[in-house]
């Protein structure tokens, strides 16, 4: 440091923030078990010394020591080895015993080395030498840090306890309500809807009765045709009085949720308890129910005994009264619906007649088609375009018409019009008479139930403009991302295979465990040795830049998203870069997978750090984009609605050539050591999986920009839910018979015993050939088909499968791949009684599918 003032200065503000936080600290209770008198003043005077709140106890023999941690609790024991008498060794066992998770020190000059090992073998949390006391203030901050940390484990792991309990209940409640829906959908009487939602209550807040009733406001009164009770509890069915039970209709009037837990201390019915108690109902809840702001109904809960009534199962008896009074109010709604449909169809028809006059005339493709494609109507001019008659396009399925490589598309877009949305400028191709596709331009719109779409030949225009961005297409560019891209689809293959191999090895190992049969826990040990973490990491990272990534894709809102991570990103940049966001208001969600959203944002920021060495600011902005048809030539985009993610520096920038080659794997311009040159082209690899891109502005001493362009998409977040725990692998039919395929021998052999342990009968091969020539053989019993796709020899895991069927047309096939399924099934489709699983997967989940895939047939 240059400037001695400054770094006085620095030293007195730093003693003075410590001096400030020993102050605010909480009290330290410390219990010294030591009988010298001198040591315990130097043990002291140290203690002090580094942490001014510690309040010490000393103790120095055996019944003080007992009687020390019987009367409180404390942060921290020092102990001396030796005490007359008694020993630390025995002071250490009785503390473990009874205050397992305080940390035990022993602060000694006649302990050696091999004792201490010894004593932290038996739980001691270290030692210290008397001679070496200025270490005990280091000993005892890491032994109070540590135990905080277990603490706050502990606490994170009831909490989640909690949670997955909270999660399980939900998901039980709403079966429970899928399961009301299935059986009230049929039933006209109210009587039959009310006791089944009753009795599903009951049974799922074990209650001792449920039921529901009419009720007559003005008489003040309930009639209950029949309830759900429990075991030797009686009904309610008659004619009930609410003011013999206490006083609390008026709430009920203003459609407020009446929920006691006990009616002795409740206010409002504390006088009439005595009468609750009589019908067993010592805890109650009246659920009102309404029809145009009166109340018409109740549904209610009692329970004999005093219960608490917490919010979930409130919420719960609500849904389940407004589905009462919905199914209960159908007859009269399905009524209504049917009068309202006829008098729409007759709005429907005459403005169909309407605009067939104009239909006539006009050369664009008109017509008006149900919510699922089918056309109800069209005009001429598709008969001109397309050589279809108007009753042939009518009677063909829409789907037949369209390119095939344009299906998805356009049901989803029908699925954006059926909620309500607007098309313009949607492209698809339609197959004329003659065999040729024509590119058709659409602008509809849904309205009372149907669809009006107007249609135009945009054909040549569409061949002209390929023609044109074919010669402005940078070839060098793209043919160098799509070899790199190959290179590490083959590294994920041959990755993904050893971390199946793993994966299985581990499971086997426990399983043997559990069946206490360890005589192959070598040979599993010996497969599932590897760098199992960096080679899953790289692959993830590698499959990303090349494309070839199985993605989850979930609706995201970026604003969330950053907000989540930022203080993450506060960590990761350090305090000499300034971090600013800026959220747009309003901000459209995008469709991408959120743990690569999060990874392309780390990236990027990690990027901008490390462009401003000496500190600066960074700016993580989102926005809503409009690309319009010049904006998108531009950005390389299809035009639409983007939502973009931009993280901008103020840091040295790049000139046009490095900028122009940012995106290719492997370059980058940190020393050796620092980059791998992944990151960005793994960000560009996952924009463009996401039907996005990735843009860059730099120059050379003003900073970068890096924009995401991630399509708009009109769902809304999922809330997230812990997986189900999955069930036990179940066991084969007697005869069941599996052929494994697979070119690495650790997978093969794993998944072969695997099925032998669950009872099938296998057989196993290592390449293609092998495995078609077991296949061929006629008086070969197979059910199923486990094959790789990437398979030596010339024949691939598919084209055996293929083969295999001219000879067993049924045979069920199970592909397992470390490629994304779209990589390595390139034609785009998978023939009946095909599946693909991806590598890496659990033992007990391949179990399943083949027991699903063989019980199928």
Known sequence: MNNPGAAVVAVVE??????????????????????????????????????PQARTRVVRDEPGFAGALAEQSYALILSDYELPGFSGAHALELARGTVPETPFIFVSGVIGEDNAVELLKSGATDYVSKGRLERLPVVVARALNEAADRRAKRLAEQRLHAANKAILQAETRRLALMELGDRIRDMDEPGDIAYAASEMLGQQLGVDRAGYGLVDTAAETIAIERDWTGPGVSSLAGMLHFRDYGSYIEDLRRGVTVAFADARLDPRTRDNADALDAITARAVVNMPLTERGG???????????????PRDEIDFVREVGDRVRSAIARR?????????????????RARTQERDRTWALSQDLLGVAMPDGHFLSVNPAWETVLGWSADEICAIPFRELLHPDDRRGTEAELVRLSGGARTTGFENRYRTKAGEYRWLSWTAVPDNGLLYAAARDITEQKERAAELDAAREQLRQSQKLEAVGQLTGGLAHDFNNLLAAISGSLELMRRRGLEGKPADMERYVGVAQGAVKRAAALTHRLLAFSRRQTLEPKPINANRLVTDMEELLRRTLGPHVALETVAAVGLWNVHADPGQLENALLNLCINARDAMP???????????????????????LPMGQYVSLTVSDNGVGMPPEVVARAFDPFFTTKPIGMGTGLGLSMIYGFAKQSGGQVRIYSEVGRGTSVSIYLPRHDMQEEAASAPAEAPMAPRADQG?????VDDEPALRMIIVEVMQGLGYATLEAGDGAEALRILQS???????????????????????ADAARTARPELKVLFITGYAENAVLSHGHLDPGMHVMTKP?????????VKQLIESR
């Open 14 to 51: 730093a003693a003075a923030e410590t001096a400030e936080a020993v102050a605010n600290a909480p009290p330290l209770n410390v219990l010294i078990l030591e009988d010298s008198r001198f040591d315990v003043e130097l043990l002291t005077e140290e203690l002090a010394r580094a942490f």
């Open 295 to 309: 109340l018409v109904g109740l549904l209610y809960l009692n329970h004999g005994e005093a219960r608490p009534w």
């Open 332 to 348: 009269e709604a399905q009524t209504e619906l049917v009068a309202f449909a006829e008098s729409l169809e007759q709005q429907v």
């Open 614 to 636: 000496e500190g600066g600011k960074l700016v993580v902005e989102t926005a809503n984009r409009w690309i319009d048809a010049r904006t998108a030539r531009e950005r390389d």
């Open 736 to 740: 069941d018979t599996v052929l494994v």
């Open 778 to 800: 006629p008086r070969q019993r197979i059910d199923l088909l486990v094959s790789d796709v990437g398979l030596p020899g010339g024949m691939n895991g598919r084209q055996v």
């Open 841 to 849: 997967f659990e033992m007990d989940v391949l179990a399943r599918r």
